[in-house]
């Protein structure tokens, strides 16, 4: 079994952990620097690796949803309203990986909603500009997983949607749009 010491004594000179007293029935190694005895503590748990001290952790990465923000109406495409730009800019450095799109449609709304393509900054994160229906990527969408560039956090994500064809007067599409992917922080 290895054993890390607790780092450094009082006068702040680093403990080497090579000497080893027995305290009680041999359960816990006992560290001697100068005569004095410290308490040699077990490795860390992996899911503590990334703490510095107690309470502080060091930058790590996650997984976490990006909320894309409508520019008008809220979301809701009607009559008078046909393009919206959803966007957001990340607090801290982020990449997405995963586009959900949720599309809500009143009775006689049939239109496709369409954008241009997602763009990180000035950066097209497609193959070509060209238009493609949002509802690709819905919840129940398999294989459409990305691999958008990585945006720091002065840098918007950005997606311009707009309306195939004119909705009636009186009917809407309500669309919300969420980036999934990693961060850093």
């Not at 952790?57 to 309203?81: D, K, R």
């Not at 763009?119 to 097209?124: E, N």
Request: glycine content about 10%.
């Amino acid at each position: 079994m290895s054993f890390d010491t607790m780092g450094y004594d009082v006068l702040g000179e680093e403990m080497d952990g090579d000497d080893f007293a027995v305290v009680g029935a041999g359960v816990m190694p006992m560290v001697s620097r100068g005569g004095r005895a410290m308490l040699a503590l077990p490795k860390k748990p992996k899911w503590r690796m990334n703490q510095v001290v107690p309470g502080v952790y060091g930058p790590q990465e996650g997984l976490q949803p990006l909320p894309l923000v409508p520019n008008l109406n809220n979301g809701v495409f009607t009559s008078v309203v046909q393009n919206i730009e959803f966007s957001q800019r990340p607090q801290k450095p982020f990449r997405g990986e995963r586009l959900l799109v949720q599309v809500g449609r009143s009775a006689l709304a049939t239109s496709l909603v369409l954008t241009q393509g997602i763009f990180v900054g000035t950066q097209l994160q497609q193959a070509a500009l060209g238009p493609q229906s949002i509802e690709f990527y819905t919840k129940d969408a398999f294989g459409v997983r990305l691999a958008l560039q990585a945006c720091s956090a002065a840098l918007n994500i950005t997606m311009q949607c707009f309306l195939q064809v004119a909705l009636p007067v009186g009917e809407s599409i309500a669309v919300n749009i969420t980036l999934l992917g990693r961060s850093l922080g």
